[in-house]
């Protein structure tokens, strides 16, 4: 069963940037599809970036659009979502998960299919 373990949340002002990283062990990424969920307090759990097995396709909800970007380092294993322009309405824990994938397999899965989960990391924008 993959392991995940998100970073890099913290306290951020308006308009900074933060990293965070999705670090998975007993899988290598070329064998999952990963994506990033977020939770404000009192919302749902909402689907922001996912990235295919294969890293070619990608994709993102509108609310980060132009702002967020995914990528991944093979060799360390991890997943990484840079944030840019960061809005108070980004506050939330954010969620790495992943799913099995065929090995670089281009096909990116629905949010609703993501079936291991990281414990999630604090992201709180404010001034």
């Known amino acids: 069963q993959s392991q995940l373990v998100e970073s890099g949340g913290g306290l951020v002002q308006p308009g900074g940037s933060l990293r965070l990283s999705c670090l998975v062990s007993?899988?290598?990424?070329?064998?999952?599809?990963i994506a990033w969920f977020r939770q404000a307090p009192g919302k749902e759990r909402e689907g922001i970036s996912r990235i295919s097995a294969d890293g070619t396709n990608t994709g993102y909800a509108n609310s980060v659009k132009g702002r967020f970007i995914l990528s991944r380092d093979i060799p360390k294993n991890t997943v990484y979502l840079q944030m840019n322009n960061l809005r108070p309405d980004d506050t939330a824990v954010y969620y790495c998960?992943?799913?099995?994938?065929?090995?670089?397999?281009?096909?990116?899965?629905?949010?609703?299919?993501?079936?291991?989960w990281g414990r999630g990391t604090q992201v709180t924008v404010s001034s």
């Open positions: 007993d899988f290598t990424l070329e064998r999952i599809a």
């Open positions: 998960s992943a799913i099995e994938s065929h090995f670089r397999s281009s096909y990116l899965p629905l949010y609703d299919e993501y079936s291991y």
